[in-house]
């Protein structure tokens, strides 16, 4: 199989689109190896909460850029391009074919388009930012944001505290928006491949809000409480750090803490899912050229199996 003459598959979607499910059963029929396109199974010891890939999925086909990071430590979009470049020749190389899996949105934008060169990250700002909101609230820093950045303003929500404060941060630390920073250009945009996106989109919105629903359930009869709290119990972890951030486990942290009750935490956890699964549908649908298949579908699965035929050499 000439693997490197292939265009790289991704399969997107936004949260409990079946994704996950829709790639093993590529692997069944080609010979993948998946690189995992999520902000949130990068972190070691968050299984639950992020519907990482059980350890018999993993074993049945290869999955990279999983378990790479400690809940204490960051990961870049600018670091995810780096090694999923370096993941997709690797996995050439072998003769394999490399599948994208996620619903990290910004990942796949900064893979395909290169980044902007943006001011590094500044410890001291981002601490007087969070110090700030605690005091403020979110929404008073994304109106002081609107006040010298309208255009970031614009295209974050008022709630959004990691895009909000990264905007901030960029603005105190070189004066310059950030809109204007994206404005000059991405460096290093060129890359070898061609990218054919298959995207699992809803064609009834509320079943699929009822799926989330009904998946965060699961992850609580899980042990999603427990998982959160033995983050919590660790001692070096915040609500300022990504890892904490992740949608579903933020508010379960805010329980452990005692400022809301266990049922105001789920109900908050499952909205805030809604929330994420609408942006990565905005985005999804911005792109003319992806392929779309409806995972609502009891067909969803054989969908996607046909669509990748037309892309990838015959098993």
Same mark, same amino acid.
């Given at each position: 199989m000439k693997a490197m003459s292939s265009p790289v598959l991704c399969l997107a979607g936004p949260?409990?689109?079946?994704? +996950? /499910? /829709? +790639? %093993? /059963?590529?692997?069944?029929?080609?010979?993948?190896?998946?690189?995992?396109?999520?902000s949130a199974t990068i972190y070691r010891g968050m299984d639950v909460g992020t519907a990482k890939p059980?350890? =018999?999925?993993?074993?049945r086909v290869p999955h990279h850029l999983i378990d790479i990071r400690d809940p204490a430590e960051s990961y870049s979009a600018a670091e995810f391009r780096g090694d999923a470049l370096a993941l997709i020749k690797q996995i050439q190389a072998r003769g394999r074919l490399p599948l994208l899996c996620g619903g990290t949105m910004m990942y796949y934008k900064v893979l395909r388009e290169g980044i902007s060169m943006l001011p590094g990250a500044d410890p001291a700002i981002r601490a007087a930012i969070d110090q700030e909101a605690r005091i403020r609230g979110w929404p008073a820093l994304h109106a002081e944001l609107a006040s010298y950045d309208p255009a970031t303003a614009a295209r974050l929500a008022p709630n959004d505290s990691q895009r909000l404060q990264r905007a901030i941060e960029i603005f105190r630390s070189s004066g310059i928006p950030m809109s204007e920073w994206l404005a000059r250009g991405r460096a290093n945009a060129e890359t070898p491949h061609t990218f054919v996106t298959i995207s699992l989109e809803p064609s009834n919105r509320l079943q699929l809000h009822a799926r989330i629903a009904a998946r965060y359930q699961t992850m609580l009869e899980m042990g999603l409480l427990e998982e959160v709290r033995r983050l919590y119990s660790r001692g070096d972890l915040h609500t300022g750090l990504p890892s904490v951030r992740c949608v579903g486990y933020r508010q379960l942290w805010e329980h452990l803490a005692g400022k809301v009750t266990l049922d105001t935490a789920v109900e908050q956890a499952i909205a805030?899912?809604?929330? %994420?699964?609408? @942006?990565? %549908?905005?985005?999804? @649908? +911005?792109?003319?050229? @992806? %392929?779309?298949?409806?995972?609502?579908?009891?067909?969803? =699965? =054989?969908?996607?199996?046909?669509l990748a035929r037309a892309v990838w050499p015959a098993p």
């Open positions: 949260t409990a689109s079946g994704k +996950s /499910a /829709a +790639s %093993l /059963a590529l692997a069944e029929r080609w010979p993948v190896e998946i690189i995992v396109m999520d059980s350890a =018999e999925e993993q074993a805030a899912t809604r929330q %994420l699964a609408k @942006r990565q %549908l905005t985005w999804l @649908r +911005s792109d003319p050229d @992806r %392929l779309v298949v409806d995972c609502l579908s009891s067909h969803a =699965e =054989e969908q996607v199996i046909d």
